[in-house]
């Protein structure tokens, strides 16, 4: 794909915009103009921000099983609308909810976003090589991205995340890193298979330039737009992921906090508590649908005809 | 014109195939209301075992009470001791039980029982055998018996020359005479725990590995099947001595049932009953409806739930560590969050239903996070990693587990938390974790309304690595506990003071995180009734033994 310079046609009037736009500015004028997409890029910054911020913004202590945190036979409180205390209600156990959410944030924003990091080291440069080299480099590594495409990622994860004895935050993102590069690779080799046959790079090589060098300064930098959509979308299948984990108790371990975790001991409140689940899954929901929204803007903003 | 209407049609015949389907797999109708004769309940963990030598736990006892006999037994729903499937008498100096088996008592598969059948069965508990897949682990409660320790040497085969302990002998056909080294008032109740039901030695020596699938006995049910981890069926074993014309024709038991499924169920008319104790948020949905409220028994029980510390090692060898997590542990608020006030305080080993309770001990060790961390600096803790492991089958151990490791966080140590899979007491050191843990969350009910069963059997050093899980240990302890176990029940008064005394030493002794005191409480169809006249089917309300299923009725509803 390649993003040629784009100039205004003249006007029945007469009167032409002299102004010639970068693609860059144009894709970012596209993508301002999107509502949905700003308001996901919105979401997001609101959730990075949270997530740096939440000690100092929750209004309580997201561990503590406060005394009064529960009713007269301890059970959980319901929401009192007072942002110092218990705001969105307690938990069985007594703890804010408010807090715990704020506190979530932390956990999903670090493994959406490491997780998404540690897959597109392996799967970029996988991809670049496969695509720039060819032959049977290229083949070997297509045959391995086919197997680790086949298996169920959940599955696997789940397996190699049980074996660990004793798990930590990192262990959950490095899990879902190194397991769902797959797809990323492929996506990488299929752009650099076309950035190969562009002009400048096919000159480039005439002249001399080493490969790596080819890679990172003229392949890369023209590929890196469906590699940045790509990216946002898999945030939000890992900010899933993690909360499926957590879910069934297999991801982020005590005392983390984290939104699946808080959904995996609500859930048998549901009959007289529903709350306990509802505020973890809004959260859930708005950081999925924050991130989706956003990967869709930057979609449709670098390649607008590709939907038509 | 012909291809939209086929179109339509198909489209109608697909709805009618899908909506078909979908009453195919609906949810079936409550079994109970189509088969009225059947007790079906669950559990919400597995049952363990049908094999006396591997029993522990109060699960395994129900089924394994209606397949099989003791010698002697409690009168139901009492805890009196009277005649199984032998009468008993005792020597006057308390050293020699004599029991005569009753005439006509034959196992479910038609073998009568012998007096050979009552000394194997008791010589292969006290030491396992070749086919039980462990040792033995209450072997120990019969270590007072002349012989035990000749024959209980350990290992897998038995001593050469051996067959059984010296002191079980039959003098003549149908008896068997036991004689023990010192009295023990309790011995009886020792003989009528699950340990001690009476096998078919046939069978046992038949099956092997695999004898729990066939389990056999003189019970009046016998087992139908068993799917392990699932579901257990019992069907009525006519030619027992205990059968009951009119007794339930199926007795159900799924296993492994989350508890709000197994209250779905019960709503449903599924299930005759919902065991207990009841998970918070069950409670909760009862407190809210009317109807569960007046199918709702609680009762006090002879039980405590606490936090057993590895004393074989490093840092829980140290009494400041020890008595610095009692402080750190605000029981108060389990109290309230996990059982929702409906259980007590416990103040020491013992719960205050058992003579030897000490009343003078009100609160030992009262909230106190400040004197924790100071008790903390002065045992010297550097840091280092603190496995606790609990069991994670229900939402209240998982809770607990939490605001435990958090109370802990909060005076600075620093703990990891491990849920294992396993239950019953001391699935600590069954488990893989063996012996790399620190801290377990355990509990424990009564075998028999006596101090020496919780005294002797969870804290002395004879159970060490058995039901004294961390192994604690200590001498003044230990021999006022032997002691008061050795006299006889005239002289209850002394026996009642030396356990008090005990009690003190193992509470400044921080010996365990003493949390609270069991209570019980389940809910039970209004359709379950008494099989005698005038008598209260209330579950536990026997302290000792579970509901007698063989002794209840099921109307139809």
Known sequence: ??????????????????????????????????????????LVIIMVVIAIIAPSVAPMSPYTSYPDGTTMQGLPLPPTWHWHHFFLGTDSSGRDEMSMLLFGTQVSMEVGFMATAITLVIGVIIGLISGYVGGWLDNVLMRITDVVLAFPLFLFVILLRSVVSHPTVATVYEVIGILGWAGIARITRGQTLSARKLEYVESARAVGVRTPKILAKHIFPNIMGPIVVYATLLIASNILLESALSFLSIGVPDPTVSWGKMINLGLSWYQTDPLLIVWPGIAIALATLG?????????????????E | MASSTWKRWSMAMAGVAALAMTAAVSIPGPAGAATPQVIHFSFSSNIETLDPTEWTDTTSMTPMQEIYDTLVEYNPYSSKIVPGIANYSVSKNGLTYTFTLKKGIKFSNGDPVTAQDVIYSI?????????????????????????????NNGGKTPPAGMSGMSG????????????????EAFFLNVMALMSAVIVDPAVVEKYGQNYQLHAIGTGPYKLKSWNQGHQMILVPNTTSWRYRKGEASQIVMDENVNPDLALLRYQQGDYAFLLGPLPSEVYAKILGSATLKSQYHDVTENGIVYLAFNETKAPFNNVYMRQAVNYAVNKQLLIKDITNGRAALMTQMLPPGIPGYNKSIKNPYPYNPTLAKSLLKKAGYKGQAINFIYPSNTSDHIRTAEIIQNELKAIGMNVNLQGTSQVGNYWPLEDNQKGNWNIAWTDWFQDYPDAQDFMYNLASTDACGAT????????????????????????????????????????????WVFLYNEWNDDLVQPWMTPAASGQNLMLYLHPVMQPEYNLMNVKAH
């Open chain 1, 291 to 307: 991130f989706n929204l956003l990967g869709d803007g930057l979609s449709d903003a670098l390649n607008p005809r590709a939907g």
């Open chain 2, 168 to 183: 079980v002998t039959s003098p003549s056909a149908g008896v068997v005479q036991i004689k023990l080294q010192t009295p």
């Open chain 2, 123 to 151: 010589n292969r508990v006290t030491r396992g055998d070749a086919n039980s897949s462990g040792a033995a682990p209450y072997g120990f409660a019969y270590a007072d018996i002349v012989g035990y320790t000749q024959w």
């Open chain 1, 1 to 42: 794909m390649s993003l040629p310079v784009e100039v205004p046609p003249p006007t029945p009037s007469g009167f032409a915009d002299e102004k010639i736009r970068t693609p860059f500015q144009t894709a970012v004028r596209r993508f301002l103009h999107n509502k949905l997409a700003v308001f996901g890029l919105v």
């Open chain 2, 468 to 511: 004294n899980v961390g192994c604690y240990a200590n001498p003044q302890f230990q021999s006022l506990v032997k002691q008061a176990d050795a006299l006889p029940q005239s002289e209850n008064s002394q026996r009642n003071i030396d356990y008090a005394k005990a009690n003190e030493i193992a509470v400044k002794d921080a010996a």
